[in-house]
């Protein structure tokens, strides 16, 4: 069920988008609704890989925050150019993964 949601945004931006929608003939609404998702996704895997970074999530818990097995994660590790952080208890926890 969707569920209205008020954002205030710079005009002109409003206004590069408004026009972007209608030269590829999209549904504003719509397509608001996928930025929003993809951005929202993107943001909450950088601040969750970030704690992962400082120590504060383990690899399992980072792994069930984000829905990734092992290899998904270690992939995305990859990807990121970031190092593997783990310690004696993350392997000891990862037999659960």
């Given at each position: ?7 205030r ?5 409003l206004?590069e988008?408004?026009s ?15 930025i ?5 996704e993107?943001d ?6 970030a704690?992962?970074r400082t120590g504060?999530?383990s690899?399992e ?30 392997w ?6």
């Amino acid at each position: 069920m969707l569920k209205p949601a008020t954002v205030r945004i710079p005009e002109e931006f409003l206004k590069e988008i408004t026009s972007f929608v209608k030269d590829m003939r999209l549904d504003k609404s719509a397509y608001l609704r996928e930025i929003l998702q993809k951005g929202f996704e993107e943001d909450r895997q950088e601040r969750l890989l970030a704690k992962y970074r400082t120590g504060d999530l383990s690899v399992e818990e980072t792994c069930r925050l984000l829905g990734l097995n092992m290899w998904d994660f270690l992939l995305l590790l990859k990807k990121r150019n970031m190092a593997l952080n783990v310690n004696l208890e993350d392997w000891l926890n990862s037999v659960e993964l």
